[in-house]
């Protein structure tokens, strides 16, 4: 069973640039995407995903401000300026093939 651990989310002051980090228990190239998710009151949405290949799509809201990345260990994500509105639970993704994992999942609350 794949497991995801994720770290970095706590209170951030608006304006913020929080880290978040989410390991694997395999290689991170076993898998097709790595993304995160953000979860407020409604539905999750996703916010960035990388590909095995380094390819990344962000949604649009978070183009320019939102990067994901990686290394031999974790994906992150990393934010500037966060705002008021970005405030909820982000869970990382791991898809491979027709198969999905979730970590824990991680939340950051913006206060002002």
């Known amino acids: 069973q794949v497991q995801l651990v994720e770290s970095g989310g706590g209170l951030v002051q608006a304006g913020g640039s929080p880290t978040l980090s989410c390991a694997p228990s395999e290689s991170i190239f076993d898998f097709n995407y790595m993304g995160w998710y953000r979860q407020a009151p409604g539905a999750r949405e996703l916010v960035a995903r990388i590909?095995?290949?380094?390819s990344t799509y962000y949604a649009d809201s978070a183009k320019g401000r939102f990067t994901i990345s990686r290394d031999n260990i974790a994906v992150y994500l990393h934010v500037v300026g966060l705002k008021s509105g970005e405030t909820g639970v982000y869970y990382c993704?791991?898809?491979?093939?027709?198969?999905?994992?979730w970590g824990q999942g991680a939340q950051d609350t913006v206060f002002s």
């Open positions: 590909s095995v290949g380094g």
């Open positions: 993704n791991a898809d491979r093939l027709a198969r999905n994992w």
